[in-house]
């Protein structure tokens, strides 16, 4: 996730935030001015954000001073201009009780706010660090504007101010929320890292102008539906502005693939992990000490494999042995990046002049991908996916609504690759997740319960619908190390290592089983569904395979006398396992091409030419749609709300799926992407 969320306590605003975080994370100097400290940290200082900075007296963009933060955040929730007001009631002959109780925003609380961290994905603040000054101010100001839009998200959606009797009264804040926001460049690494803290209040006014406290278990349980809305806003905007796209790149086998910005060389990322490295060193001597654990009696403590849920707590530890200490003397934003640029030409192994032309790079590989790659978003089959995927990932197959919301979010970033999106398109997907795929077994037992973000709900499928969870495969090869980046063959190493150096069983992860189980009900739903529904998923099915790379397709069946002839690439029904590992382990198909200058003059006319077919293609399965008139950015789906999918049966009605033509068998642990995924 790119949005990390850290709850703040009255004393810990002294210790910790006023010392270190207000100043870019570095020390701040003993008895000095908060905005002299930033100065010389070469930060920004904090600014005023939110709706409700009007019934404090504040105003947006307004800077930050120490005490206000003392007041709001430090001194268990008082108004930020406490003080004065106080002062200001002692003077008219009011009581210090009185004058005390004027400046209190409600009910003094011990958790008086959270810590928002809104980073961008690495290509973006690599991008930021090496581009030149036109670059750096359009993705500060998608940041920002991201950071803006999520805040109101929160405020109309998220955020809720408890009252009455345990918490039994629940209300929108109508007036919104107050935070300050932080600007910071670097990580503790010294790598760059451009990330905002945003320290907000949970004070906030009710209808009979009282004040009230949000709801902190609220903000933690939407920090992923946050964190997938703010990565499609600050990606879409830096790729609209700087001619840019997205593709899907794998960090971690069997996780979901990242969206990162095409063209930007894996080593440069890299590069910057140099604290990721320090973590999985230690994760794997925590993991190794996890597994082979015993108690007195020579049994062992916990299981012989690492779940999920351990590798989670195991990774926290890791995280804070390895921390390094705050960094030393400060430097100014134009030192930092003529710093990180020249230490990436010689320690990153990247190119000199891809690193210093990395704009232009980045440029040619979304040529590239828009030009064989459409915005094809399908709410039919989107609901599908977001479903399945939602239903396999979540314990025992029950999720809530934020979870759909967040699924949706990823899809769309996934199938539009860095363009805009209309606004409330995420909602249609879950509505129509809902309504068609989803059953409410909600059974409230408090009033919180009937909220509609409470609501509890599980797939109409039967866990038997869906293919097997794929079983723990033999262990791998002693001596074995793993790769360092996503795709590369692990290396040999000889016996006798130390601690850390072992290979540790892991329960392999669910996200393999969530894509084939979306790729399967999506057959299911091409196959039997009415006839306008399968129009779009075949329309769907052949944008997807003309935007793949010819090699990566299956071959046409060849007849019975062309048998001995070679088969040729061509567009097929489904993509072919071996390719489709092939185009995984690539990561991306536009960094494997190993450009040079010359070729990608060469690749920019190719793409133009390819640009002028794939437009030509479009409109031609267009036609095929005697309800299209006209290209739009998405295929709105009519799904009646009924008990269950239209033309799809219950598992008992219907008995085993077969398998979809050219698709591999159930047990397999992956499948081709389906409808409303693009490659």
């Known amino acids: 996730m790119t949005v990390d969320i850290r709850v703040i306590r009255a004393g810990q605003m002294y210790r910790y935030y006023l010392r270190e975080t207000v100043v870019g994370d570095g020390r701040r100097p003993a ?20 709706r409700g900075l009007a019934a404090l007296g504040l105003a947006p963009g307004e800077e930050v001073t120490e005490a206000q933060l003392r007041n709001l955040f430090g001194e268990r929730g008082w108004h930020p201009y406490a003080d004065r007001i106080e002062a200001d009631r002692i003077g008219a002959g009011n009581s210090a009780k009185e004058a005390y109780r004027a400046g209190a925003l409600g009910r003094r609380v011990t958790v008086t706010g959270v810590d928002f961290v809104f980073r ?8 930021w660090a090496f581009g030149d000054e036109e670059t750096r101010l359009v993705i500060e100001a998608a940041h920002e504007r991201a950071i803006v839009r999520v805040l109101e998200w929160i405020e109309d959606e998220v955020a809720v101010i408890r009252y009455g009797t345990d918490g039994i009264y629940r209300v929108r804040p109508p007036g919104g929320l107050v935070a300050a926001r932080f600007r910071h460049y670097e990580a503790r690494s010294g790598r760059p890292l451009l990330h905002d803290h945003l320290l907000l209040s949970v004070k906030g006014q009710r209808l009979d102008g009282k004040w009230g406290s949000i709801h902190t278990t609220a903000l933690h349980e939407n920090t992923v539906a946050a964190s997938a809305l703010y990565n499609e806003l600050v990606a879409s905007e830096v790729c609209e502005e700087l001619g840019l796209a997205t593709e899907p790149r794998t960090v971690t086998p069997g996780r979901r693939p990242v969206m990162e910005i095409a063209g930007v060389p894996h080593g440069l990322i890299r590069w910057t992990a140099r604290r990721s490295d320090q973590i999985a060193t230690c994760l794997s001597e925590l993991e190794h000490e996890y597994v082979t654990a015993v108690d007195d009696d020579g049994e062992l403590k916990f ?5 999920e849920r351990a590798r989670t707590k195991l990774n926290a530890v890791a995280a804070r042995k390895t921390r390094p200490p705050k960094k030393g003397k400060a430097r100014s934003l134009g ?30 590989a979304a040529a590239a991908i828009r030009a064989r790659v459409a915005a094809v978003v399908d709410i039919a089959l989107a609901a599908v996916d977001v479903t399945a995927t939602v239903f396999v990932m979540n314990e025992g197959g029950r999720f809530h609504r934020r979870h759909l919301l967040a699924e949706a979010r990823r899809h769309l970033a996934l199938v539009l690759r860095g363009r805009r999106r209309d606004s409330g398109l995420d909602d249609q997907v879950v509505a129509a997740a809902i309504s068609t795929h989803c059953l409410d077994i909600t059974e409230p037992k408090t009033i919180r319960g009937l909220e509609a973000g409470y609501r509890l709900y599980t797939a109409r499928w039967s866990l038997s619908d869906l293919p097997a969870r794929r079983p723990p495969g033999p262990g791998p090869e002693p001596y074995r190390q793993p790769p360092t980046d996503p795709g590369e063959p692990a290396a040999h190493r000889p016996p006798g290592q130390d601690a850390g150096e072992w290979d540790v069983p892991r329960i392999p992860l669910q996200y393999d089983r969530a894509v ?4 399967v009900l999506r057959e299911q739903l091409r196959a039997t569904a009415a006839t306008a529904v399968r129009g779009r998923a075949y329309d769907v099915v052949a944008h997807q395979q003309a935007a793949m790379p010819k090699l990566l397709l299956a071959p046409e069946p060849t007849e019975s006398e062309h048998d001995n002839q070679e088969p040729e690439a061509g567009r097929g029904e489904a993509i072919g396992m071996k390719a489709l590992r092939a185009l995984r382990e690539s990561r991306t198909d536009v960094e494997a091409l190993d450009l040079t200058a010359d070729r990608l003059r060469r690749l920019q006319d190719a793409f133009v030419r390819a640009g002028e077919e794939s437009r030509v293609r479009a409109a031609r399965y267009t036609g095929q749609n005697a309800d299209t008139t006209a290209a739009r950015p998405y295929a709105p789906s009519t799904p009646t709300p009924t008990p269950r999918a239209e033309g799809v049966t219950p598992a008992a009605e219907r008995g085993p799926v077969p398998p979809a033509p050219g698709a591999p068998p159930r047990p397999a642990p992956a499948a081709s992407p389906g409808p409303g995924r693009s490659r």
């Not at 030409?345 to 891809?354: D, N």
């Not at 084939?516 to 790729?519: F, I, T």
């Open 31 to 50: 008895r000095t001015p908060l905005r002299a400290a930033q100065e010389q940290a070469g930060v920004p200082a904090g600014r005023w954000m939110g």
């Open 335 to 364: 030192q930092l990046r003529a710093d990180w640029k020249a230490s990436a030409i010689r320690t990153s192994g990247v190119p000199a002049g891809v690193i210093t032309s990395l704009l232009a790079y980045a440029r040619a």
């Open 303 to 307: 299981l012989p494999v690492v779940s």
């Open 120 to 127: 961008p994905q690495p290509t973006i603040y690599l991008l």
């Open 516 to 519: 084939l189980a979306g790729a």
